[in-house]
């Protein structure tokens, strides 16, 4: 009770940035700490038991996204070109929430990739382990929704 007591809010926070629904958040943080527990023997300690637990809730609020959106296409992404990641300045004027807003209309293999990198601050080989990519692909979602992203801020700063 102590572990969940602890990390129950910051768990909550996560799955709420994935889901944007209080019931469907605390679904997948009640399966996420049920998981933790059955698991916990799998808990070699390499990380804090915040960072494992928090990889559970992600993977679990992206498989409860995926059920919901059961049409899915597969793509090669062998073929694309990997640029660097770069600047992320916005127009200014620009509020954190229009940015969070913005992130969530993105198409979903760019704002999974988006979020996880910007807003949960995993790196490449994660992400890519998270959701089932390759390293490459991972950096070309996030190029690619980064310039979605800059696009549609850059159409609300100036209104167009």
């Not at 926070?13 to 996420?32: G, H, P, Y």
């Not at 070699?44 to 992600?58: E, M, P």
Request: hydrophobic share 40%.
């Amino acid at each position: 009770m102590q572990l969940y007591r602890q990390y129950c809010d910051g768990m909550f926070c996560v799955a709420m940035r994935f889901l944007k629904n209080a019931d469907d958040a605390e679904d997948v943080l009640q399966d996420s700490f049920i998981k933790a527990f059955q698991r916990i023997g799998q808990f070699k300690g390499d990380v804090t038991f915040g960072a494992w637990l928090k990889r559970i809730v992600v993977n679990g609020s992206i498989d409860f996204l995926k059920s919901k959106h059961q049409r899915t296409v597969e793509l090669n992404e062998n073929y694309l070109q990997v640029a660097e990641e770069g600047d992320w300045s916005v127009e200014e004027g620009i509020s954190i929430e229009q940015v969070k807003e913005t992130i969530d209309e993105l198409p979903q293999k760019y704002r999974y990739v988006v979020q996880l990198f910007l807003v949960e601050g995993y790196d490449h080989s994660e992400i890519a382990g998270i959701l089932g990519v390759t390293e490459t692909a991972s950096r070309t979602r996030l190029l690619r929704g980064k310039a979605q992203l800059k696009d549609r801020l850059k159409d609300l700063a100036y209104g167009t």
